[in-house]
């Protein structure tokens, strides 16, 4: 059922961002037209500027539109389908509220993720010239064989870590966004700014949590940091054991923000 709910996401969501995308590499290819023009052509150079300048402005207007859009879609999706008049049909539906929940996160980050491929995308699109591809393949090798070379096969390894970590940072955030608009839908008379209230109170808590971690660490590691200097210097496998533990870290706080946002849609919802 979580697939069917996923591909419901995906359906209702892709008729914004499907358009977006389009005209984002429709205006990155007219910039790219515009830069060959003028550096292969000093004809109406004044009026091929203007041009420029107004495609680039579109074109940056409507990066800034894609992520907006994505912010907004995802916290639309998830209030206006669970918490709002939908919410009466969705959860008449024989789905457990943690299914509803997962299907909009996985839909929500997959749209981030997407968006930030396609803008990079567009940004190639605009760099490209006879010489790109091999620029391109030259700096990737370049890239690779120094991580090689510093760091050797632990390299590509943090390469995955930080992409595994960078994957939990954007669902944290997302199930934190959650957790804060079922708290504040508590507030019948006030849900917006219960929502706002809840999620500067759910930073800061984290924040705090954090920093005593951070303190703690520095004031254990200031004591001895010769030696574990020592250690970390011939012994590879302590970096990863330390971006282990900012993960689980991160995970701790993504179970806390999903149990809240659960516990709330399954005991305490109020669709009034």
């Given at each position: 059922m979580l697939g069917k709910l996923f591909k419901y996401e995906?359906?209702?969501?892709?008729?914004?961002?499907?358009p977006l995308y389009a005209s984002l590499i429709l205006f990155a290819i007219i910039n790219n037209i515009f830069i060959r023009i003028n550096n292969s052509s000093n004809n109406n150079q004044l009026f091929m500027n203007i041009m420029q300048g107004i495609s680039t402005f579109a074109y940056v207007f409507l990066i800034i539109s894609i992520f907006v859009?994505?912010?907004f879609v995802m916290i639309q999706r998830f209030y206006k389908n669970l918490l709002g008049d939908e919410g009466y049909l969705m959860f008449t539906l024989?789905?457990?509220?943690?299914?509803?929940?997962?299907?909009?996160?996985?839909?929500?980050?997959?749209?981030?993720?997407?968006?930030?491929?396609?803008?990079?995308?567009s940004v190639m699109l605009i760099a490209y010239n006879e010489k790109f591809f091999a620029s391109f393949q030259e700096a990737i090798s370049q890239i690779l064989t120094e991580i090689n070379r510093v760091f050797g096969v632990n390299g590509y390894a943090y390469i995955v870590e930080f992409a595994v970590f960078i994957l939990m940072v954007l669902a944290t955030n997302?199930?934190?966004?959650?957790?804060?608009?079922?708290?504040?839908?508590?507030?019948s008379k006030h849900k917006l700014l219960g929502?706002?209230?809840?999620?500067?109170?759910?930073?800061?808590?984290?924040?705090?949590?954090?920093?005593?971690?951070?303190?703690?660490?520095?004031?254990?590691g200031s004591r001895h940091w010769t030696s574990i200097e020592n250690i970390m210097q011939n012994n590879t496998t302590i970096p990863h054991f330390l971006f282990a533990g900012i993960m689980l870290l991160n995970l701790v706080f993504a179970a806390a923000y999903y149990?809240?946002?659960?516990?709330?849609?399954?005991?305490r919802l109020n669709l009034e």
């Open positions: 995906i359906k209702a969501s892709a008729r914004i961002f499907l859009f994505t912010l024989p789905v457990r509220t943690g299914e509803h929940i997962a299907a909009k996160l996985l839909a929500s980050m997959m749209w981030v993720i997407t968006s930030v491929i396609m803008t990079l995308f997302i199930l934190m966004i959650y957790a804060s608009i079922s708290v504040g839908q508590m507030i929502s706002f209230g809840a999620y500067m109170g759910f930073y800061l808590i984290s924040q705090f949590i954090i920093s005593i971690i951070l303190v703690i660490g520095y004031s254990a149990t809240i946002t659960n516990l709330i849609l399954s005991r």
